[in-house]
């Protein structure tokens, strides 16, 4: 079945950087871009950029762009997101969210990734 | 970038119930609108796609209408799985952006 499969928590402290990596199995991997979405603590979802599947062609949110890195490697079928200067305002669950890959299927994010927690503390 | 203002933030109704969500965009976004459930401590699911397109899988209790800019997300009958928080997302211009979600309790 088409699944993804995110690392692991993370603890980090302000300043530091995370890369969190997401990895796809089930569907042809090259023909999706995939979203990378947080969610901080009690809060709403907020989309944070699309790679495509090669890493060539990064779409990042105006908020992120600076300090958001996303890459792709087709040959272990993983996508990754970095992201650095890290504060307490960083804190939040990092979802990977496979694309629409064509056709109809707008406003359609699927499958997510189980989310990565990561804090940032001192 | 859209806005999608969501309503109600919050809304209780019981088991059997048919409730309502809804979703306003601050611009017209064609068909580029999914609705998503979210469980506590899970990752977000989608339920209807391109407005009305229900998700493969989704029970037929769950129903999405609306165009332009107005948008609805109805559950016919409520069950008591259905108690969690929902989002509507438009993908039809970058960036992609969700409404502020909808928690609905018993």
């Known amino acids: 079945q088409v699944q993804l499969v995110q690392s692991g928590a993370e603890v980090k402290k302000p300043g530091a950087s995370v890369k969190v990596s997401c990895k796809a199995s089930g569907y042809t991997f090259s023909n999706y871009y995939m979203h990378w979405v947080r969610q901080a603590p009690g809060q709403g979802l907020e989309w944070m950029g699309t790679i495509d599947p090669s890493g060539d062609f990064p779409t990042y949110a105006q908020k992120f762009q600076g300090r958001v890195t996303m890459t792709g490697d087709t040959s272990t079928r993983t996508v990754y997101m970095e992201l650095n200067s890290l504060s307490s305002e960083d804190t939040a669950v990092y979802y990977c969210a496979r694309a629409c890959g064509g056709g109809s299927c707008y406003g359609r994010f699927d499958p997510w990734g189980q989310g990565t927690l990561v804090t940032v503390s001192s | 970038a859209i806005q999608m203002t969501q309503s109600p933030s919050s809304l209780s109704a019981s088991v059997g119930d048919r409730v309502t969500i809804n979703c306003r965009a601050s611009?017209?976004?064609?068909?580029?609108l999914g609705w998503y459930q979210q469980k506590p401590g899970r990752a977000p699911k989608v339920l209807i796609y391109d407005i009305s397109n229900l998700q493969s899988g989704v029970p037929m209790r769950f129903s999405g209408s609306g165009s332009g800019t107005d948008f609805t997300l109805t559950i016919s009958s409520l069950q008591p799985e259905d108690f969690a928080t929902y989002y509507c997302l438009q993908d039809y211009s970058y960036p992609p952006t969700f409404g502020q979600g909808t928690k609905l309790e018993i």
């Open positions: 611009q017209v976004i064609r068909n580029d």
